[in-house]
Structures are given as C-alpha cells and as structure tokens.
C-alpha cells in the first residue's frame, strides 16, 4: 500500500496521514513503527524485493549448470527491473532524488546492492571452485548487472519502449554470452 502511494504521489507529496488512514489506523500507530517516511520508504522496498531476492537464491544455486545459471539471473533480472511496479518506482527516485538525496541510498541498498551481493557471493563460489577464470568476484558482478541494464531495460525505463518478454530474453541471453566470453571460456 505504501509502495502505491510513493509511485502515484512521489515521496514528497506521499503523506503518511494518508496511508494512516488507508489502512485503518492512525498516524500515531504509523508512526510508532516508522520513525520517519525515509524508513517507511525503506520498508516497502525492502517488501517489495523480499521474492525477487527468494527467486536469485534458488536461480544461483551452485547445482546449476554455470552458463545457465547467468542467463537465467540476467533474465530475471532484467524482467524484474522492466516490470510496471519497478519501473514506476525508480521513475518516481529518479525525480526526486535531487530533492530527497536519501532515496537513492536507500533504493541502492535495498534493491540493486541485494542483487548484486548475491551474485558477487554466487561467482566467488564459482572462482574458488574454478568454474570462473580468478577475478574480482564484485567486479564481476557489476559487469554482469551493466550488460542487464542498458538495451531493452533502459529503453523500458525511459518510456520508449514496453515491457517486453521476448526483448528481455534476448537481452538477457547477449549479457549471459558476453558475461561467459570475459569470464568462463578459456
């Protein structure tokens, strides 16, 4: 509920007497739980990203084929990041960062550093296993999630395009390819 109001109304226009009163209670109730709009901001992130992160632990399993486990990360991740409700919000940070600095921390550290700290512990595994070439686990990581954000995912994010399963999966299969080609192949 809080996550709508933040997408629909921007987080300075978002009031957390209206969401009090959408759900019932009162403002006092709200904010006993949430010592600011900062940590409720943070608490619908944090919500919101609690399956996506669900879905990278079973995905980055050191059971699956390596090459297949970074398609299918990149894929979910690109969709992930082109679905409405996360396109919304990052639009509604990126207008208000400049006027709210925090928001920008806080997504970083709730949505984008969790992903990236789950695949940078999944490629260490698989450097000290020698699936991957030695490396810089986090670097590695970060290369991985720059091929997962441009193309489709950038075009979807600056309205110029829609969500688009089939453009994701191809998408997600060149940064898989060129991620191996760095890393994995000898």
């Known amino acids: 509920m809080a996550t709508?109001?933040?997408?629909?109304?921007?987080?300075?226009?978002?009031?957390?007497?209206?969401?009090a009163k959408e759900m019932g209670g009162s403002k006092g109730t709200l904010w006993s739980y949430?010592?600011?709009?900062?940590?409720?901001?943070?608490?619908?992130?944090?919500?919101?990203?609690?399956?996506?992160?669900?879905?990278?632990?079973?995905?980055l399993s050191p059971e699956h084929n390596l090459p297949e486990a970074i398609?299918?990360?990149?894929?979910?991740?690109?969709?992930?990041?082109?679905?409405?409700?996360?396109?919304?919000?990052?639009?509604a940070i990126l207008g208000e960062v400049s006027?709210?600095?925090?928001?920008?921390?806080?997504?970083?550290?709730?949505a984008p550093n969790m992903a990236h700290a789950a695949l940078s512990d999944y490629l260490k595994q698989q450097i000290?296993?020698?699936?991957?070439?030695?490396?810089?686990?986090?670097?590695?990581?970060?290369?991985?999630?720059s091929l997962c954000t441009g193309g489709h995912t950038q075009r979807v994010l600056w309205g110029v395009a829609q969500k688009d399963h089939e453009a994701a999966r191809k998408q997600a299969a060149l940064a898989?390819?060129?991620?191996?080609?760095l890393y994995i192949e000898p």
């Open 176 to 181: 898989a390819e060129h991620f191996c080609r």
């Open 128 to 145: 000290a296993s020698g699936a991957i070439r030695p490396s810089d686990p986090d670097e590695a990581a970060r290369t991985l999630l």
């Open 4 to 19: 709508r109001h933040f997408v629909e109304q921007g987080f300075e226009r978002t009031s957390m007497s209206a969401i």
């Open 99 to 110: 006027r709210s600095p925090d928001l920008g921390r806080i997504y970083m550290e709730r």
């Open 34 to 59: 949430f010592a600011s709009k900062e940590e409720l901001f943070a608490a619908a992130l944090e919500e919101g990203t609690q399956v996506f992160r669900a879905s990278m632990t079973e995905i």
């Open 71 to 91: 398609r299918a990360f990149a894929e979910r991740f690109i969709q992930r990041l082109t679905a409405d409700d996360a396109v919304a919000i990052q639009r």
